[in-house]
């Protein structure tokens, strides 16, 4: 059974939430604080984390910045912050989805569904070291390195360097990219792919201004131009 954590200081709506989520046969833990959210989240092992940015502590996105210190979960944001640079922030801190308040609850749940089942499908099997050894990209394992040392990436963010490793030098799109990633229903921010790949261009490109390994294609798309 997949268990998720909300953080969640407004009871009404984390009931809602949580009786719909329930409903689908999720097991959910829950908290009303970010500090407790945190608490719960070391001492469990949870496949998501819901988590509210307005809480009566510390910032959701103080909460989101401290999980990915140490952890890859899956984290949805939900807010009644809605502009564009909000949604930008939210992925730079280490969100992979952005939800605004308010939403429905039907479709929260659809969202979680659609997100266990791409956690249920793999890329085809690749393991690949470039550079004579300087990176290393590892699609089993989920595992990133850089001259041997571990690289701490975002769900999403792993997903799309592994999409585009093993497409093996051909362009994918936006579109494509999003399909792969997040399924043919996301209606999330559309340039939320051009976000990740400038936040894994940071992780592994030594000039980022020139990448090497996470190369734009004009008016098509990105493509994976490393060399082995």
Same mark, same amino acid.
């Given at each position: 059974m997949n268990h998720i954590l909300l953080i969640e200081d407004e009871q009404s709506v984390s009931t809602v939430i949580k009786g719909y989520l329930e409903k689908e046969g999720y097991k959910v833990s829950s @908290? *009303?604080?970010? &500090? /407790? +959210?945190?608490? $719960?989240?070391?001492? =469990?092992?949870? /496949?998501?984390?819901?988590?509210?940015?307005?809480?009566?502590?510390?910032s959701g996105e103080e909460v989101c910045k401290i999980i990915r210190q140490t952890s890859d979960v899956h984290i949805f944001m939900l807010t009644a912050k809605g502009s564009l640079?909000? *949604?930008? =922030? +939210?992925?730079?801190? +280490? @969100?992979?989805? !952005?939800?605004?308040k308010p939403f429905s609850p039907r479709e929260l749940t659809a969202r979680v569904n659609a997100l266990f089942r791409r956690i249920g499908s793999k890329f085809p099997s690749s393991k690949v070291i470039y550079d004579d050894g300087y990176l290393l990209i590892d699609c089993d394992k989920r595992a990133v390195r850089i001259l041997e040392q571990d690289i701490p990436?975002?769900?999403?963010?792993?997903?799309? #360097?592994c @999409?585009? $490793?093993? @497409? *093996?030098?051909? $362009? &994918?799109s936006r579109e494509q990219l999003i399909d792969k990633i997040f399924g043919v229903d996301f209606n999330? !921010?559309?340039?939320? #792919?051009? $976000?990740?790949? %400038?936040?894994?261009? %940071? /992780?592994? =490109? /030594?000039?980022t201004k020139n990448p090497k390994y996470i190369v734009t294609v004009m008016k098509a798309g990105y493509k994976f131009g490393g060399e082995k």
């Open positions: @908290a *009303k604080s970010g &500090l /407790k +959210g945190l608490d $719960v989240f070391n001492t =469990e092992d949870f /496949k998501l984390i819901i988590l509210d940015l307005m809480l009566p502590d510390i640079n909000d *949604k930008i =922030e +939210g992925l730079n801190i +280490g @969100a992979d989805e !952005y939800l605004i990436f975002t769900p999403n963010e792993f997903d799309i #360097i @999409a585009l $490793v093993t @497409a *093996k030098g051909n $362009v &994918l999330g !921010y559309d340039r939320t #792919i051009d $976000v990740h790949i %400038k936040n894994i261009r %940071k /992780k592994i =490109e /030594k000039d």
